[in-house]
């Protein structure tokens, strides 16, 4: 077997610095301090890398930590009330399904209505894009609060929370509930945008108000904005539902906290925060997932290697 040139070494150390520095930009903190179990979907957008996890339980008070890599974009949201049919063996959820039959999500998105948190890091800019959108409607609350990131220094903006902490289900516009069925009894446990309720072009901008121009806030996207106003809550609500920061961790919480009730609060939050943060344990599994993503690495390349030589 021929010996290893300096060139392949130098290479290898190369390598090995991207996989340790680049190969992972951010942690995606999800906490759940919903009373209740909650089923994280994860969804990566058209040419970005996939996650280590599409899907998986968060019991109350659970959080865990996944490692994200560099450019990634996609939606984080949460699916509620989920079992396992005992006849087909079929996982399916009664909010946020994502129709792959199992808990693992793998290339499906959220069915509406769901509160989602989407991202794009390293965008334009070097900037980290984000948001909550209350435009395929809503089934929990979700709060997004950046860490240890920097401010937009071009635009002046800081790093900011954003999220929707109030529970709309129980005051949801009757056209717009969700009922649980007889599985799970009448109370509405999601709330519907008015695209998916009517299907009206006005309402899901298309067609002939398919620009900002033409598409303008409607009564119900005023009753998600009046309730959650840093929340997307049509398509063009940009100005006031996109945030930045850079070279950020994000911490995404289901059920903050603040969340006691829409009159209690007000749909009001803060920058600041008093949601718990990431655990040691939490950052104990992310830390050896990492690691371990880059042993294998290392070794599926020397064993390649190895073999050519």
């Known amino acids: 077997m021929a010996s290893i040139q300096p ?8 390598l090995l610095l991207f ?24 969804l990566s957008g058209a040419g970005t890398p996939p996650l280590s996890t599409t899907g998986f339980s968060l019991q109350s008070s659970e959080s865990t930590a996944i490692p994200v890599p560099a450019s990634w974009s996609g939606r984080v949201w949460g699916r509620t009330l989920c079992s396992t049919d005992s006849a087909t063996g079929k996982f399916a959820c009664a909010t946020g399904d994502c129709g792959s039959g199992t808990v693992e999500c793998g290339s499906g998105g959220a069915a509406p209505p769901a509160t989602l948190a989407e991202f794009t890091l390293d965008g334009g800019g070097g900037l980290d894009f984000y948001d909550v959108s209350l435009v ?9 609060v950046p ?13 900011t929370a954003t999220g929707c902490v109030v529970d709309l289900n129980g005051s949801c516009p009757s056209q ?5 069925g007889n599985a ?12 998916d309720a009517f299907g009206d072009p006005q309402y899901c901008c298309s ?16 009753y998600f904005k009046s309730a959650c106003p840093r929340a997307y809550s049509y398509a063009y609500d940009d100005g006031s539902s996109t945030f930045t920061c850079a070279s950020a961790d994000y911490v995404i919480t289901f059920c903050p906290t603040q969340a006691t009730s829409k009159k209690s609060t007000g ?28 042993i294998t690495g290392m070794v599926s390349i020397l064993t390649l290697f190895w073999l050519r030589y």
């Open 267 to 294: 749909g009001q939050y803060s920058g600041e925060t008093n949601v718990s943060m990431v655990s040691s344990s939490s950052k104990l599994r992310c830390t050896l997932h990492t690691s371990l993503l880059i």
């Open 176 to 180: 717009l509930k969700v009922d649980g």
């Open 7 to 14: 060139s392949f070494s130098l290479f290898f150390l190369s």
């Open 184 to 195: 799970y009894g009448s109370a509405s446990v999601a709330c519907k945008s008015a695209c």
């Open 207 to 222: 067609g002939a108000y398919a620009t900002p121009d033409t598409c303008k806030p409607s009564y119900y996207s005023e």
């Open 147 to 159: 860490q240890n990131g920097t401010n937009d220094t071009t635009s002046g903006r800081k790093c």
């Open 136 to 144: 395929d409607g809503y089934n929990l609350p979700m709060l997004v």
């Open 19 to 42: 996989l340790i520095s680049g190969a992972f930009s951010a942690t995606f903190t999800i906490i759940n301090q919903c009373s209740y179990t909650v089923w994280p979907g994860l």
